[in-house]
C-alpha cells in the first residue's frame, strides 16, 4: 500500500472546463469539517469567556473553596478529590482486571467456544449506555452490598465513594479490555516464538517479552479510559453522589471516608447548572467545566506523552 | 502442555515446581476473564429482576396513559418511546450528514499534513465528557438557537437535546467512516481515475460504495449511542420529574435515558423497599433500564456485523 505515491490527477484530462459540481462537493466536504470544528471553538470559547471571571476575581481561591450555597464563597476543592479518588478506585480495579482479560484471551486461551463467548460478550459490555451500568451499581453496591441486618450501612456504606467507585471500575473495564487486547495483538508473534525457543514458559514469554512491548499501547488505552471515567456522571447520579458535607469532618478514618458521602466535578457541574442563581448556572458551572476539561485534557496529554517516549526508545 | 514422553528416556516436561506455578497462573488469568461475565450476568439478572416485579406490581393500564409521571403513578412508556426517538432522529440527522462529508474530506481530499493535525482534533471533540455538551445545548443551543427559530419554545425543548446529541456522535460517525474509507485499497480508486473520472466522482461512486458496510455501522453505532446518552437530555430537554406525551420538537419532554436520571436524583431519593409509590419509580428505573438495554444490545449487533463485512472484504 506504501509503495505507490503518485499524485493522482485532480482534473480531468478531457476538455478543460470548470468541474462546478465537483467543486460544490469539495465545498460542502470543507463546511462539514469546518462546522465539527466550529462548534468546537464556540463550545470551548464561550465556556472560557463565562468561566475565567471566577479564576481571575478569586484565583486558586475556587479550586481550594468547599461547596457553598452562596456564589462568592462555593468552591469545588471536595470535588475535585471525590473525581481523584474515584479515578483511584478506576486505576486500582479496572486496569489489573483488564489487562489480566487481555492477556488471557491473547495469549492463553485456546480458540473454543467458552472463549468466544467471553470476548462476544466484551465487546457487548463495552456498548452498553452509561446508565445502565449506575442502575447495577444501584441494585448491587448500593442496595444489595450497600445494606445489612444491624442498619450500618453493609459493606459499601450504601450511596458511597465505594459504590460509585466500584460503578465507574466496572463502566472503563470493557475498554481498557479492548485496548490492552489490541495493543498485545500487535506484539511480533517472532518474539515470543524467540522467547519459547529459549525455553521460557508462557508466562515468562508474557512478562519478559509481550508485556514491555504492548505497554505503551497498554498505557495509552487505560489513561484515556480513565478520563473517560472523570467525565462520566449517569452512573454516579444514580448511585447517589450528592452535594454534601464531604470529608469536612478530618478525623474520619479513610474506611469511613470511602464508605461515606462524597461528590464529583460532573455532579458539581450538572447541579450547579440546574440552580435558579444566575452565578451558578453561568460563571461557576462554566469555571467548574474548565477545570474537569483541563484535568481530563491532561490525561489524554499525558497518554499521548508517554506513548511517544516507549516509542522513541524503542 | 502436556509432557509428551521422548524416545530414549529424556524427560523435557522440565521442572515440576515450574508448572505447577504456570498452572496457577493460567487460572488467575482466566478467573480474570470470566469476571466480565460475571458482570453481563449481574446487569441482566438485576435489571429483569426488578422489572418483573415492576410489571406485576404496577396497573398495566397506566403504562399506556397520557404521560410519564412516575411519582403519581402514570408510567406512559409511549411518551418516552416518542421522546427517545426524536432526539434520536434529530441527532443522526445531524451528525449524519457532517460526520460523512468530514470523513470523506478526511480520508480522501485532505492532504497528509492536514489529515494529521485534524484527525487527533477530532478525536479530542470525542473525548469531551457529555455533561460539558450538556450544559452547552442548556446554556447556548437552547436560548441562542431554538429560540430564535421558534419564540415561543421554552429554555428546554426536545430540539436542543437532539442538537447537542448530534455534536456529541459526530466524531463516532466520522472516525468510524474515515476508518472505512481509507481501508478501501488504492486500486480501486487508481482504475477510476483510469478511466477518468473525476475526484468527487470516484469518492462518491467508486469509494463510498465499496465502504457501504462501515458506513452504515458507524451510523448504526451512533444511534445506538445517542439513543444511550443520557446527561444532555436530562439538563437540556427540560421534563425533570415527567413529562405530557408530546410530539412536538419544540416542547419540553423526557427520553428514557433522562426519565431515569429524573427518577434517580429527586429530592426523595428513591430506594429499593418501603412500598408504595417510591417502590414502584425505584423499580420502574430498572424496567426503562431493562428495555434501553435490549435496544442499544440489538443496534450494537448489527452494528458489529457490518464492521466485521468491512473486514472480510479486504
Known amino acids: 500500500m506504501t509503495a505507490v505515491t503518485t499524485p493522482l490527477p485532480s482534473t480531468s484530462l478531457g476538455r478543460r472546463h470548470l468541474d462546478y ?50 456564589p462568592a464563597q462555593a468552591g469545588v476543592a471536595q470535588a475535585i478529590k471525590g473525581s481523584l479518588m474515584l479515578a483511584g478506585f478506576v486505576v ?57 441486618m444491624n442498619e450500618n450501612g453493609g459493606i459499601t456504606g450504601g450511596r458511597s465513594l465505594l459504590a460509585g467507585g466500584m460503578t465507574l471500575a466496572i463502566l472503563v473495564l470493557p475498554i481498557v479490555i479492548i485496548t490492552a487486547a489490541e495493543s498485545i495483538r500487535a506484539v511480533p508473534q517472532s518474539l515470543r516464538e524467540g522467547g519459547y ?80 442563581k444566575l452565578e451558578f448556572k453561568g460563571e461557576l458551572a462554566s469555571a467548574a467545566i ?16 508517554l506513548r511517544n517516549r516507549y516509542d522513541k526508545d524503542r | 502442555m502436556t509432557a509428551v514422553p521422548i524416545p530414549g528416556g529424556i524427560d523435557l516436561s522440565g521442572n515440576k515446581r515450574r508448572r505447577r506455578r504456570e498452572a496457577w497462573i493460567r487460572r488467575v488469568f482466566f478467573a480474570a476473564a470470566l469476571s466480565s461475565v460475571v458482570i453481563s450476568g449481574a446487569i441482566v439478572l438485576s435489571l429483569i429482576g426488578e422489572a418483573f416485579s415492576f410489571l406485576s406490581d404496577v396497573d398495566l393500564s397506566t403504562l399506556w396513559s397520557s404521560g410519564w409521571y412516575p411519582r403519581r403513578g402514570s408510567f406512559d412508556v409511549k411518551t418516552l418511546f416518542v421522546g427517545s426517538l426524536i432526539v434520536t432522529g434529530i441527532a443522526m ?12 474530506y478526511l480520508s480522501e481530499y485532505a492532504k497528509p499534513g492536514a489529515r494529521k493535525v485534524l484527525k487527533p482534533i477530532l478525536e479530542i471533540l470525542a473525548g469531551i465528557p457529555s455533561i460539558v455538551i450538556a450544559f452547552f445545548a ?64 470516484t469518492s462518491l461512486r467508486v469509494v463510498f460504495p465499496a465502504a457501504i458496510s462501515g458506513v452504515v455501522a458507524s451510523i448504526i453505532l451512533a444511534a445506538s449511542r445517542a439513543l444511550g446518552e443520557t446527561m444532555v437530555v436530562a439538563l437540556a430537554a427540560g421534563g425533570s420529574g415527567g413529562s405530557q406525551f408530546t410530539t412536538d420538537p419544540f416542547s419540553e419532554g423526557q427520553t428514557i435515558t433522562a426519565a431515569m436520571i429524573a427518577v434517580a436524583q429527586g ?23 431493562l428495555l434501553l438495554f435490549l435496544f442499544t444490545m440489538g443496534l450494537n449487533f448489527i452494528g458489529d456485523r457490518f464492521v466485521r463485512r468491512v473486514r472480510e472484504a479486504y
Open chain 1, 21 to 70: 459540481w465537483g467543486l460544490a462537493f469539495q465545498a460542502a466536504l470543507v463546511f462539514c469539517l469546518v462546522a465539527c470544528f466550529g462548534l468546537l471553538l464556540i463550545l470551548v470559547g464561550g465556556l472560557i469567556g463565562d468561566g475565567w471571571v471566577v479564576f481571575d476575581e478569586r484565583g486558586a481561591d475556587f479550586l481550594r473553596s468547599n461547596l457553598s450555597t452562596r
Open chain 1, 92 to 148: 486500582v480495579i479496572a486496569f489489573p482486571l483488564g489487562v489480566a482479560t487481555a492477556v488471557y484471551l491473547e495469549e492463553y486461551a485456546p480458540d473454543t467456544r467458552v472463549t468466544r463467548f467471553i470476548a462476544l460478550n466484551i465487546r457487548n459490555l463495552a456498548g452498553v449506555p452509561s446508565v445502565v451500568y449506575g442502575l447495577l451499581g444501584l441494585a448491587v453496591f448500593v442496595e444489595l452490598l450497600g445494606t445489612d
Open chain 1, 197 to 276: 525457543g529459549l525455553g521460557a514458559t508462557r508466562s515468562e514469554v508474557v512478562r519478559t517479552l509481550v508485556m514491555p512491548n504492548a505497554a505503551p499501547g497498554i498505557l495509552t488505552g487505560t489513561v484515556l479510559s480513565l478520563s473517560r471515567a472523570l467525565g462520566e456522571t449517569a452512573p454516579l447520579i444514580l448511585t447517589g453522589a450528592v452535594l454534601s458535607t464531604f470529608f469536612t469532618t478530618p478525623n474520619y478514618s479513610f474506611g469511613d471516608q470511602i464508605r461515606g458521602d462524597y461528590t464529583a466535578l460532573p455532579v458539581v457541574i450538572y447541579t450547579w447548572a440546574r440552580q435558579a
Open chain 1, 290 to 305: 474548565l477545570v474537569l476539561l483541563a484535568i481530563t485534557l491532561l490525561c489524554n496529554a499525558a497518554a499521548v506523552l
Open chain 2, 93 to 104: 440527522a445531524i451528525a449524519t450528514p457532517l460526520g460523512l462529508g468530514a470523513a470523506i
Open chain 2, 138 to 201: 442548556l446554556r447556548v443551543i437552547g436560548p441562542d438557537f431554538v429560540q430564535s427559530i421558534n419564540p415561543e419554545a421554552p429554555v428546554t425543548t426536545l430540539l436542543a437535546a437532539g442538537i447537542g446529541v448530534g455534536i456529541l456522535v459526530i466524531p463516532l460517525v466520522a472516525s468510524i467512516t474515515e476508518d472505512a474509507l481509507r481501508a478501501v485499497p488504492r486500486s480501486l480508486r487508481e482504475a477510476s481515475y483510469g478511466m477518468g473520472a473525476k475526484k468527487a466522482t
Open chain 2, 267 to 289: 429530592t426523595d431519593q428513591v430506594a429499593g423497599g418501603g412500598g408504595g409509590q417510591a417502590e414502584l419509580a425505584y423499580q420502574s428505573l430498572f424496567f426503562l433500564g
